[in-house]
């Protein structure tokens, strides 16, 4: 059951009075600034809210303004995004508040189709700032609010489908003048995040039910319907920590457009076939001490570390000829890196 009309009063009338009463405080609802909003948005794409928190107190208390933040050097981002992921996010951050420095004189555009042009401001997170710190009317449609409207309308249109967004968008038009459309798009993703969660929503005590479709017709588990799954590919890395008798050890910048571009690691060996193990480094023995798997929205990495213990002077000749950096236990954290390796230096 496909419904366009603005008769359900669920969205109607009662969402915005139950997100009055029920929405959790969290640090960035304080206020309307613009800077603050798209640095949560921002930190909350692929991130829980708990894990969020201490980011966002982090950034706004290193970059309290957006000036503060495009003075920073990429590195020192990196660094803080550390643990978060999807690293392409905080070098976005970065490109975003320069340009809104240099180009927009420190203030944000006021409108989604303006926002949606900064690097890393998609469709959701332009309609959520230009809504909730503009009055925009235009509805935000992330992960939450798909399968609320779904649920509540009986909306079987494939969330997957490139055409679904508009779809959701002209839905949600019907319902979002009747609110102040800030509070409306934080409503509908609270409710999802709360009460219509994506397992065992808390059907017994919404308030929705008498206008909920999909529980009325006990068909939580059908929506939002979504068919295209996402490809995710192996790979396999072999790392090398190749270490002196000081325990100083190697590392170096990973520049291609790959993941975690601009991090740091240790010497890597990209291989096809996970059953190939490493018997040396450059004729010297390399022996293998941790295996994990890492997950990825796209890819599953498979990643050896392999420990390889070198003489002093071919210690250094290595470093000066392949252009690694030397680094400490003391020192190594200036340097961001992706989360396995910074889980294997913190283990070993
Ligand atoms: Fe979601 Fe259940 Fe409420 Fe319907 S009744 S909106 S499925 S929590």
Request: hydrophobic share 35%.
């Amino acid at each position: 059951m496909d419904c366009k009309s603005s008769e359900n009063i669920f969205l109607g009338k009662k969402i915005t009075s139950w997100y009055l009463l029920n929405s959790r405080k969290l640090p960035w609802r304080e206020g309307k600034n613009p800077y603050n909003i798209w640095l949560s948005e921002i930190i909350l794409q692929q991130t829980k809210v708990v894990q969020g928190i201490s980011y966002y107190h982090k950034f706004t208390e290193a970059f309290p303004t957006v000036f503060d933040l495009a003075l920073a050097d990429e590195q020192t981002v990196l660094n803080m995004w550390q643990g978060l992921g999807y690293y392409s996010r905080a070098r976005n951050l970065l490109k975003t508040a320069k340009i809104i420095t240099n180009d927009f004189n420190g203030e944000f555009p006021k409108n989604a189709k303006e926002l949606s042009k900064l690097p890393g401001i998609g469709a959701y997170t332009s309609a959520a700032i230009a809504s909730i710190c503009f009055n925009e009317v235009v509805p935000a449609i992330d992960g939450n609010a798909y399968r609320v409207y779904s649920r509540v309308l009986g909306i079987s249109k494939d969330i997957s489908k490139y055409n679904s967004l508009k779809y959701f968008k002209d839905i949600a038009m019907n319902y979002i003048k009747e609110h102040q459309s800030g509070i409306f798009n934080q409503a509908i993703m609270e409710f999802g995040a709360l009460v219509c969660t994506p397992k065992k929503p808390k059907c017994i005590i919404c308030l929705a039910q008498d206008n909920c479709y999909a529980f009325k017709n006990n068909r939580q588990s059908d929506f939002p319907v979504k068919t295209k799954k996402i490809k995710v590919k192996e790979r396999f890395f072999q790392y090398f920590y190749i270490i002196n008798k000081k325990n100083e050890f190697l590392i170096n910048k990973r520049i291609e457009d790959d993941i975690w571009k601009n991090m740091y690691q240790f010497p890597l060996k990209v291989i096809k076939n996970s059953d190939k193990e490493q018997s040396d480094f450059m004729g010297y023995k390399a022996e293998l001490i941790l295996e994990m798997n890492h997950k990825l929205t796209h890819q599953k990495l498979k990643i050896q570390f392999y420990k390889v213990s070198l003489p002093e002077k071919v210690f250094r000749k290595i470093a000066e000829r392949e252009d690694y950096l030397v680094v400490t236990f003391d020192d190594y954290q200036e340097y961001p890196f992706p989360k396995p390796i910074d889980n294997f230096l913190k283990t070993i």
